[in-house]
């Protein structure tokens, strides 16, 4: 029975012989004995100590081409079906505590890479994608074909999806790269509709080879974090500061390697990476 869940450890191996402390409704006097916070039911002087909680935890994901934000499709591979290592490994490195149930933040359609959030954190969630939040998604798209000024007037007056006119907050023409064979669009939009970038992009004649999302409101996606790969964001303050808001939430770092989440403490050099 582990001593942390209370204040006075005294007390709590008084409470013991004194017969005041049940385990599933078994009268405990053992202090050695090993008990699940999160499953079994603890009284302590006629009080029920509270079952733990799985922490809130944050990740940024560079998601891949030909993965879906949902788990509940089976035709394709799933965000969260990348997280099944550090799932496997979460009662070993956090016993007694109950896994974190993570869902993709928002969506990026199965063709569409970049940043995605994934995270248990409802309120989170839920100040993200909440219209009155207004944060811009930044999108790279690259397409077939040659850009002109036509094409970037045509996407910057908008098209309608879904019955609402939607109109992208800039639209810009990115240098080619030296041996590219294809234009790149940088597309900042809000409105967050079904595919819009690629209705956008489609309304001006021009068709996309690759979209990749690179930012969400303040925070851009790393440009040395690989494909599969996953970062724990910082901290409240480090969120907050880049127009992400975050509550009531305990978040570390972690680094997803080759597959396997390797939890780490707070490093200079990682934290120049993600503030960079």
Partial sequence: MTLLLVENENQFRLSYFEGKVTVNGNVCNTPQ?????????????????????????????????????????KESKSVIGLFDDYLKNWD??????PAPRLFT??????????????TNDGDFAQKL???????????IATVDGSVHKKHLLTISEGTTIEGVHCIPDSVELL??????????LRIVVHDGRKHEVRELVKS??????????????????????GFQIALKLLSKSW??????ELLNSDILFASWIEHSYIVLEVCEKIFRLLIS
Wanted: hydrophobic share 30%.
């Fill in 175 to 184: 240098p080619r790269m030296q041996d590219a064979q294809r234009d790149r």
């Fill in 33 to 73: 004995t090993k008990v699940d916070p999160a499953k079994d039911v603890i009284y302590v002087n006629g009080s029920r100590l509270p079952k733990r909680q799985p922490r809130k935890v944050c990740f940024a994901l560079n998601k891949p081409k030909g993965y879906i934000c949902s788990s509940g499709e």
């Fill in 92 to 97: 070993k490195n956090h016993s007694g505590v």
């Fill in 129 to 139: 994608t909440h219209p009155s939040s207004n944060l811009s998604k930044e999108y």
């Fill in 105 to 118: 933040v928002g969506r990026l359609d199965v063709a569409t890479t970049g940043l995605i959030i994934v």
């Fill in 239 to 244: 969120l907050i500061r880049n127009r992400f």
């Fill in 204 to 225: 001006a004649g021009l068709e996309i080879y690759s979209l990749k999302r690179v930012r969400i409101g303040g925070f851009k996606l790393p440009s040395d974090l």
